[in-house]
C-alpha cells in the first residue's frame, strides 16, 4: 500500500539531505543513515524496530538489499538504481517499487566487477544465509 507523504519524506531525505537510506512510516522517520553499501539495510535489519507497512528510499538496490527490504517488512521502495535481480525479487515479494534507472546488476566499487553483496543474493532465496555471509563481509571491512 503506497503511503504517498511517508514515501515523499525518504525519498527528500535520500535526495536533499544526504542519506542513503531513509525508512519512513505514519509520518515518522524509523531509520536514516549515510552509510554506504549494504550496512544502512543490515544496521536497519539489527535495531529494534518494526518495518512492517514502511517506506524507504535507497540510493542503490540490488538483490542482497531487496531481501533485506522484504524481510524488514517494507511495503514501497524508491530507489535511484536497481538491478534486474532485484526488481524481479521484490515485484514477487509484493514489494511497491519505483526507480531511476534499471541495470542488469549492481558493479562493485571500482566498478570491474559484479557488487559483492549482489554476488551473495545470486542464486539464493535464503535469507539467514545472506545474513550471515553479510555479517562476515561487514565484519571483514571492519564496518560492524
Request: proline share 1%.
Amino acid at each position: 500500500m503506497l503511503h504517498a507523504s511517508d514515501l515523499d519524506m525518504a525519498i527528500d531525505l535520500r535526495d536533499n539531505h544526504g542519506y542513503t537510506l531513509a525508512i519512513v512510516r505514519d509520518g515518522n522517520i524509523l531509520f536514516k543513515s549515510k552509510e554506504k553499501g549494504i550496512l544502512p539495510l543490515y544496521l536497519a535489519f539489527n535495531t529494534a524496530h518494526n518495518y512492517s507497512d514502511a517506506c524507504a528510499a535507497d540510493k542503490i538496490t540490488g538483490k542482497g538489499a531487496a531481501m533485506f527490504i522484504k524481510a524488514l517488512g517494507v511495503t514501497d521502495l524508491d530507489t535511484l538504481v536497481i538491478s534486474q535481480s532485484a526488481f524481479d525479487y521484490l515485484q514477487a515479494s509484493e514489494v511497491v517499487v519505483s526507480y531511476t534507472k534499471l541495470v542488469e546488476y549492481i558493479s562493485n566499487r571500482t566498478n570491474d566487477g559484479k557488487c559483492p553483496v549482489e554476488t551473495m543474493a545470486e542464486n539464493s532465496s535464503d535469507f539467514d544465509m545472506l545474513l550471515y555471509d553479510v555479517k562476515r563481509f561487514l565484519k571483514k571491512l571492519e564496518l560492524i
